[in-house]
């Protein structure tokens, strides 16, 4: 299944919500990959087990059953997230893009990717619409969270 959609982060027409910067969105994206439980309340586990400037290698623990999965990071643009096939899981990706048309007009491009053909995705097409659904509500979601932390002065310097 090949996904995406994008998501506001700044509705400029509203003057009650308050504008962010790509900073800020930028922190919170990478917030997401270093401490994914803050947005991902079923994760059981998180572990960083080797970090770069620009990549990450982590392990995730949902109850019995672990992923290990590699975070790529080009700053302020993007966050890729890759899953190499492992036991029974198959090969998976997901892409967090910053766009910004216009000057504070930020959006997010969530772009999924789960490895599968046309074929198979043809055959698991009921599955497919609520997985996107899915994908979709937990992507506003993140979105949600990263205005809240914005909004409470969470994003404005160095993640520790």
Do not use: C
């Amino acid at each position: 299944m090949k996904f995406e959609h994008l998501v506001e982060i700044n509705e400029l027409h509203n003057p009650l919500t308050e504008v962010i910067t790509r900073e800020q969105l930028w922190r919170g994206l990478v917030l997401r990959a270093e401490s994914p439980q803050l947005f991902v309340t079923y994760i059981d586990e998180a572990n960083v087990t080797e970090r770069t400037e620009v990549s990450m290698a982590r392990s995730l623990r949902y109850g019995e059953l672990i992923i290990v999965d590699t975070v790529n990071l080009v700053h302020l643009e993007h966050v890729h997230y890759a899953v190499a096939e492992q036991k029974d899981i198959p090969q998976s990706s997901l892409r967090m893009s910053i766009e910004e048309p216009t000057p504070e007009a930020l959006f997010v491009r969530f772009a999924y990717d789960d490895g599968h053909s046309a074929a198979e995705d043809l055959a698991n097409e009921v599955y497919n619409e609520y997985r996107r659904s899915a994908y979709q509500e937990a992507d506003i979601d993140t979105v949600r969270l990263i205005r809240e932390m914005a909004e409470y002065g969470r994003l404005n310097g160095p993640l520790s």
